[in-house]
C-alpha cells in the first residue's frame, strides 16, 4: 500500500509562533485528508486536499500531488492547537483504503 | 447534520466477555469503516461497508471480531470473547463518493479496555 511519513515526530511552540507540519506518500493520490487528534482523541476533519492550497481560519494546507507531498501551516498558535496532526493518503487504485502517517505531536505553551 | 455517532464512548469488560460497538454513519453516506487505533500499531482499517455489504475485511484481526451493516443507518462490531490485548479506541467512519473525494469523517471513537 501506499506509504505515508509526516515530519517532525514531535513539535513544541510558544503560543503566538507559526508553525509547517510536512507529510510525503509514495504514490498518486485520489485524496489527501489532515486530521486534528485533540486531547480527548476526537479525529477532526480539517482539510481534504489532494492538490492545491486551502484556508481555514489560522490553518492552512498545500499539496504539490506532481512532488507527493503535502504541507499544514498553523499560523498564531494557541494552546488549543495542541494535539496529534495525522495526514492520510487514499491511493489512486483503491479509492477507499486510507493510508495513516504515523502523526506529528504538537505541543503548544502558553 | 450530526456526525457520526458512536456508542458507547466508553467501555470496560473482563476478559472473554462479550463486547458491541455501535455506530451510526452521516445521513446519506454509503461507506461505512471501523478502525481501531492503538500506541503500537497507530490507527489500522478493520473493515469497510459498501452500500450496507461488507467489501474488505482483510483487518479484522481474527475470528473473534464480528461486523454487521443491517441497514444504512446501523453498524455493529462485536468482539467475542474480548481478551486484554483487544483494549484499544474504535473508530467508526463514513463516507461518501461525491464532490468531497471520498472524504471519510470520523466518530468520536469507543475507548474500550479488558482487564
Known amino acids: 500500500g501506499i506509504q505515508v511519513e509526516q515530519s517532525p515526530p514531535d513539535l513544541i511552540l510558544q503560543e503566538g509562533a507559526n508553525s509547517t507540519l510536512r507529510c510525503n506518500f509514495s504514490?498518486?493520490?485520489?485524496?489527501l485528508q489532515w486530521f486534528h487528534q485533540n486531547p480527548w482523541g476526537q479525529l477532526i476533519n480539517l482539510f481534504y486536499i489532494p492538490s492545491g492550497t486551502k484556508q481555514n481560519g489560522r490553518l492552512s494546507a498545500t499539496t504539490v500531488a506532481t512532488e507527493r507531498y503535502s504541507l499544514l501551516y498553523i499560523s498564531s498558535s494557541q494552546t488549543t492547537d495542541s494535539g496529534v496532526y495525522f495526514c492520510?493518503?487514499?491511493?489512486?487504485?483503491?479509492?477507499?483504503?486510507?493510508?495513516f502517517g504515523a502523526g506529528t505531536t504538537v505541543t503548544v505553551r502558553a | 447534520d450530526a456526525g457520526v455517532i458512536q456508542s458507547p464512548r466508553h467501555e470496560v469488560t473482563e476478559m472473554g466477555q462479550e463486547v458491541t460497538l455501535r455506530c451510526k454513519p452521516i445521513s446519506g453516506h454509503n461507506s461505512l469503516f471501523w478502525y481501531r487505533q492503538t500506541m503500537m500499531r497507530g490507527l489500522e482499517l478493520l473493515i469497510y461497508?459498501?452500500?450496507?455489504?461488507?467489501?474488505?475485511d482483510s483487518g479484522m484481526p481474527e475470528d473473534r471480531f464480528s461486523a454487521k451493516m443491517p441497514n444504512a443507518s446501523f453498524s455493529t462490531l462485536k468482539i467475542q470473547p474480548s481478551e486484554p490485548r483487544d483494549s484499544a479506541v474504535y473508530f467508526c467512519?463514513?463516507?461518501?463518493?461525491?464532490?468531497?473525494?471520498?472524504?471519510?469523517?470520523f466518530g468520536p471513537g469507543t475507548r474500550l479496555t479488558v482487564l
Open positions: 467512519a463514513s463516507s461518501y463518493p461525491g464532490l468531497g473525494g471520498n472524504t471519510q469523517y
Open positions: 504514490d498518486s493520490v485520489n485524496n
Open positions: 492520510a493518503a487514499l491511493p489512486a487504485e483503491n479509492d477507499y483504503k486510507l493510508s
Open positions: 461497508f459498501n452500500n450496507n455489504v461488507p467489501i474488505d
